[in-house]
């Protein structure tokens, strides 16, 4: 509800604004303005309007809102529809009817596209909004990133694949070991699958060794990023 409240009294200031000083918004911000309508029924928020959320996230990743279909700067397009494909593939997995295996091929769209995006290198990733610093580009690619990884370990978890999910996320590790979001989905890939097994009820290593494993990998990304260690300590 909160969520909700936010979302509406943004877009009361901005038909304000228009009305009153002749602003109008720009469509990235009705754009941003939808995906937040979308993240509070279900994309990031639970007990929504999940229907609504769905709709939303479909019509922004094909580029169209209102019925219009509108150009999108390369770096905006990336992130936005990156977020659309992570939105639907965690309705997918918390409250949809399809197979995790469709919630892995929404997240597996976005990790591609970002990882070709982060590719390009940093000079070359403008802001993608007027109103932000330029890091705020690479900020917003590394959370994606490291939730389309999460999202793709969640799905071969529930397809009862966790063999799979634990394999795919160290990959990324090993492929970069100095990345503070690629340890950190690790660690809290391996904290969640012990509460899964223990959920489960399932046999197997000790849950107390493979707490100590997850403890570990969450100790060992916070080293990588002193501003974020906090959490751990």
Not at 23 to 34: N, Q, Y
Not at 144 to 152: A, D, E, T
Not at 169 to 179: C, K, N
Not at 181 to 203: I, K, N, P, W, Y
């Amino acid at each position: 509800t909160q969520a909700r409240l936010f979302v509406n009294r943004a877009r009361h200031c901005i038909a304000q604004g228009s009305s009153s000083w002749g602003r109008w918004s720009l469509p990235l911000e009705d754009i941003l303005l939808d995906l937040g309508h979308a993240d509070s029924e279900g994309g990031m928020l639970v007990g929504g309007f999940i229907d609504q959320a769905k709709v939303l996230f479909q019509a922004i990743y094909d580029h169209k809102v209102d019925g219009i279909t509108r150009d999108l700067e390369d770096v905006a397009g990336v992130i936005l529809k990156a977020h659309c494909s992570n939105g639907l593939a965690r309705i997918t997995l918390y409250g949809g009817s399809t197979g995790p295996d469709i919630a892995e091929t929404h997240a597996r769209n976005s990790l591609t596209e970002l990882e070709q995006l982060q590719q390009k290198g940093n000079s070359s990733l403008p802001p993608f909004y007027l109103w932000i610093h330029a890091t705020s580009t690479d900020v917003s690619i590394a959370f994606h990133v490291n939730m389309s990884r999460q999202l793709v370990a969640d799905s071969l978890l529930r397809a009862s694949r966790p063999d799979d999910a634990r394999c795919f996320l160290e990959d990324a590790v090993r492929d970069a070991p100095a990345e503070y979001d690629a340890a950190f989905a690790l660690g809290a890939f391996l904290m969640r699958l012990v509460c899964f097994q223990e959920t489960e009820g399932r046999s197997g290593t000790p849950s107390a060794l493979k707490e100590k494993q997850a403890q570990t990998q969450l100790l060992k990304a916070a080293k990588l990023d002193s501003s974020k260690a906090d959490p751990f300590s």
